[in-house]
């Protein structure tokens, strides 16, 4: 998927956004086009090369149309669709979405059949997307969401949930509680079910903050485990895998 830097990019472990950011300034009518990506590709995991599927570049000089943001948020759903979160206007980092492209082959660039759907402002403005996965079960993108933290106070918790996006909207599924903001924090079940949460919150009088995983039931909407790390100070958790 287009990986190069977004408005709202941050690496792994640092907060995703502040209240302070400034907004990003308008292209110059005189600019060419500010296209991210290149293609979607397939890797062969036996040799480590990798082929092109099909071109996948957006255009994110269009303040009307779609852009990708905070990469490498993105799932694949059993139709051969790509979904990840988009700001479904350009310009307008109040309202945040997700997108959907075919990740099948063809010679057309996917973007020419890119499906939008906004959060109509519900997320945007006052609540930021730091992750997202698809969920077979439920058959929708779900998305982590988290509050937007000052910029002094960037590693304070921050009120967490759990929310659907797609074609029925974006609907709130389960409140997580607060957690510090960071990017990448999920994993899914193959079959779409259950969604692992990396929660961290500081630790007084401690160096480094304590982690936290939650597995989350989406069907049934509710945390089923909640499992505290042990000797947070000597062992940090990088990633989840469903096994």
């Not at 903001?181 to 929660?199: A, N």
Request: proline fraction near 11%; include cysteine; glycine fraction near 8%.
């Amino acid at each position: 998927p287009p990986s190069s830097p977004p408005r709202r990019a941050a690496p792994v472990r640092s907060p995703p956004r502040t209240r302070m950011d400034p907004a990003a300034p308008p292209a110059a009518a005189a600019d060419p086009p500010a296209l991210t990506g290149m293609a979607i590709a397939s890797f062969d995991l036996a040799t480590g090369g990798a082929a092109a599927v099909r071109p996948f570049r957006i255009n994110d000089g269009n303040p009307t149309g779609p852009t990708v943001f905070n990469s490498g948020m993105s799932s694949f759903d059993d139709q051969g669709r790509l979904w990840f979160p988009c700001l479904p206007e350009s310009q307008n980092d109040d309202v945040e979405g997700v997108c959907s492209v075919p990740a099948t082959p063809s010679a057309t660039n996917a973007a020419a059949d890119i499906q939008v759907y906004s959060s109509d402002g519900a997320v945007g403005k006052t609540l930021t997307t730091t992750d997202m996965q698809y969920s077979k079960a439920l058959k929708s993108a779900v998305v982590v969401v988290q509050g937007i933290a000052p910029e002094t106070k960037s590693t304070e918790p921050v009120p967490t949930s759990v929310w659907t996006a797609g074609p029925k909207g974006f609907k709130k599924l389960v409140d997580l509680g607060a957690w510090i903001g960071w990017l990448h924090q999920t994993t899914i079940s193959s079959d779409g079910r259950h969604l692992m949460f990396t929660g961290t919150k500081p630790t007084s009088g401690e160096t480094y903050p304590t982690s936290t995983l939650l597995t989350v039931d989406l069907v049934a909407k509710k945390v089923v485990t909640s499992i505290v790390m042990q000797d947070s100070q000597k062992i940090t958790v990088l990633a989840t895998l469903p096994c």
